[in-house]
């Protein structure tokens, strides 16, 4: 109620708090203050705001030990910036995220060296996937965005000559029926606000949710789903369209066999397995694999019709595959940006896979300065290499026999395949960034769906 | 001995000596680690970030004017840093299970900000997240005028310097977000004088 009312010293209060008042009026304004009590609780509230504000920015400080590893990052790059003749490493770093950035910096030094640093390894590896999936975008991505601009340029001005020739038709009484969406059918509620759900999705706003855990038997794997949430999705989130307005997400547990790769999938009973929740082309190459026993939170797009009653529909995929060694290496002539096929073994089977090839060449970097380094790494003692140099179009050529890529696929949960690359010119030392990722073959994955229909929602407790 | 200011650090860096950037990235550092982790909710991204924001100072240190305020750029950089990412993060994750790396980072985050007893750690991660949750219900721009104002004492017109406004404008924007956190910061902090629940 107290947002309700109003005082007309309001102005001289901000002014007062921001220090902007001469002596004198400061004086008349606080005098004012003292004895006026919305004033009064608009300065406590701002007081208290205020102090919040400041002991959370006390508190959120770099632990100790990491300012100084950034300071030196830091001056790494700028002392590369300052040497114009790493102009093209500079341009290659600018592309890496802060942190690989450095240590290319590092790598450029000491072109050998074939390990990070050892504390921070397991997170490396677990990253770098990302990585190589943002560069798997390369010019061929930037060019079908600009068509993809393009056309949609050409469709927002195709609608906006529709929208005028209906008006048109309207004013001259032959109306078009534009509109035939069925009518809103739920009822959405003020949103209410709750905590985020994890870092990587932020707060969200629910409208509806389900806490019954449900367990669901797919395959070899068991799938809890302990909570369901439906939210308003945002405009500005990935996919968002007017035909799906809701965001459903899903928090659970996967409980399955080790030595084997998960990936899961969700959407409304009559949608495919594929191309929900993994979307994209790489779909099935460089997977965002599942940590048995590990939390997930996944989420869907959803229409009205798919909350119909203010019951979901859902469809749970369980994919699995086993974690597959390299067989052998076939490579065809190379483009970057094409991919990688061959055949692989593991966990009981043949199956092709295929990995795309990534554009680490530094931009304008002739293709004769780089070259493709693909190398698995296993537990054993021993690591097998392929070194595929690359010469006017990624010609290649194996600095060891492709018998060194074959291994045995009898603990195939310990391979990593890594892929990296070499930029190398006669004036140049070498380096080299690695970059790993679990792989999982293409076509290699089992299916398993189940269906669940009409779980109740609610509007969540307040 | 004295310190150099600002001024005199951003000609030394303008001139390309690198550890005047060194220095500033000691002075400046811990405002804005604070400022991004706010915006983007995750410590690893906002140490990325900060790195980043002061890369992104060296890299344009010829378009830097070292009269003007050195720390509404560089808050103004980290801002577009924070929002390249915010997109950049948005692109990533859609319709998929969070990564491995993802789920790690969520599950094993150590809070090694802070010290003192067990107890002292988990009441103040509840008020930075408190804040943050509440920070986040506000539009972006109010998000960034608040934070720069009352918590790290900008001025008016560094706000506005930051967000590419006027200083009246800058104004007008943070009473705004003040008033808004009066409704989703107040209620919160009230809540959260009640002993806060282990998570």
């Not at chain 1, 390299?326 to 896979?353: C, F, H, M, N």
């Not at chain 2, 809070?111 to 943050?132: F, I, N, Q, W």
Request: positive net charge.
């Amino acid at each position: 109620m107290s947002q309700q009312m109003s005082c007309p010293f309001q102005d001289q209060l901000w002014a007062l708090w921001d220090g902007e008042l001469a002596s004198e009026e400061a004086r008349g304004v606080e005098r004012h203050r003292d004895g006026c009590g919305i004033c009064q609780s608009r300065w406590s509230d701002l007081a208290l705001a205020s102090d919040a504000l400041l002991s959370s920015r006390s508190q959120t400080v770099l632990p100790g030990g990491r300012a100084g590893v950034l300071r030196a990052n830091l001056m790494d790059r700028a002392a590369l910036d300052a040497d114009e003749r790493w102009s093209w490493w500079r341009r290659l770093l600018a592309r890496l995220p802060g942190r690989w950035a450095a240590t290319a910096a590092r790598l450029r030094e000491d072109p050998l060296c074939l390990s990070f640093d050892d504390s921070r390894k397991g997170r490396l590896e677990a990253e770098m996937s990302e990585v190589v999936v943002d560069y798997g975008h390369t010019a061929r991505g930037a060019r079908r965005r600009r068509w993809g601009l393009g056309l949609a340029g050409a469709v927002a001005l195709g609608s906006l000559a529709g929208v005028w020739v209906s008006k048109g038709f309207q004013r001259s009484g032959k109306a078009l029926q534009t509109d035939k969406r069925p009518q809103t059918s739920l009822v959405v509620p003020a949103p209410v606000t709750q905590p985020g759900n994890g870092m990587s999705l932020g707060p969200i706003q629910v409208l509806w949710e389900n806490r019954t855990p449900r367990v669901m038997s797919l395959g070899p794997a068991e799938v809890t789903i302990s909570r369901i949430r439906v939210a308003r999705a945002k405009r500005s989130g990935a996919g968002w369209s007017a035909d799906h307005p809701f965001q459903v997400f899903l928090d659970g547990r996967l409980r399955a066999p080790r030595g084997y790769v998960y990936r899961f999938a969700f959407g409304a009973p009559d949608s495919p397995v594929n191309g929900w929740s993994m979307s994209g082309p790489d779909a099935e190459g460089l997977g965002r694999g599942l940590t048995t026993g590990a939390p997930f939170t996944g989420f869907l797009l959803a229409s009205e019709a798919d909350l119909q009653g203010y019951r979901l529909h859902l469809k749970v995929a369980v994919l699995s595959a086993p974690r597959a060694a390299i067989q052998s290496l076939s490579l065809g002539p190379e483009k970057v940006g094409s991919a990688l096929s061959g055949r692989t073994r593991g966990g009981g089977g043949d199956y092709p896979w295929s990995v795309r090839l990534l554009d680490l060449s530094a931009p304008g970097a002739s293709p004769a300065e780089a070259s493709l380094l693909v190398e698995e790494q296993t537990r054993y003692p021993e690591m097998t290499q392929g070194d595929l140099q690359g010469t006017n179009g990624w010609e290649r050529r194996e600095a060891r026999s492709e018998g060194h890529l074959v291994r045995d696929a009898s603990e195939p949960s310990t391979s990593t395949l890594t892929y990296g690359f070499r930029l190398r010119s006669p004036a140049r030392p070498h380096g080299r960034v690695r970059f790993n990722a679990t792989y999982v073959p293409a076509g290699a994955y089992t299916r398993y769906v189940g269906v669940l229909e009409g779980i109740p929602l609610t509007p969540p407790a307040r | 001995m004295q310190m150099p200011t600002d001024e005199q650090l951003t000609y030394r860096m303008v001139e390309g000596e690198r550890e005047a950037l060194g220095l500033l990235f000691d002075r400046h550092h811990p405002a804005l680690y604070s400022f991004l982790w706010h915006l983007v909710g995750d410590p690893t991204a906002a140490e990325d970030l900060v790195q980043e924001s002061f890369a992104r100072l060296w890299h344009s240190r010829r378009r830097v004017d070292p009269r003007r305020s050195l720390r509404a750029w560089l808050f103004t950089l980290a801002r577009n840093a924070a929002l390249n990412h915010l997109k950049r993060r948005g692109r990533e994750t859609p319709f998929t299970s969070l990564s491995e790396g993802e789920l790690r980072r969520v599950s094993e985050v150590p809070d090694t900000t802070l010290s003192g007893s067990p107890e002292a750690a988990l009441v103040s991660g509840c008020l930075r997240d408190v804040v943050r949750q509440a920070l986040q219900v506000l539009p972006e721009e109010q998000r960034v005028a608040v934070l720069l104002r009352e918590a790290e004492g900008c001025s008016y017109r560094e706000v506005g310097e930051v967000l590419g406004c006027s200083e009246g404008n800058a104004r007008v924007i943070t009473c705004r977000a003040r008033q808004a956190l009066r409704s989703t910061l107040l209620p919160r902090l009230r809540e959260e004088e009640e002993p806060c629940p282990s998570r």
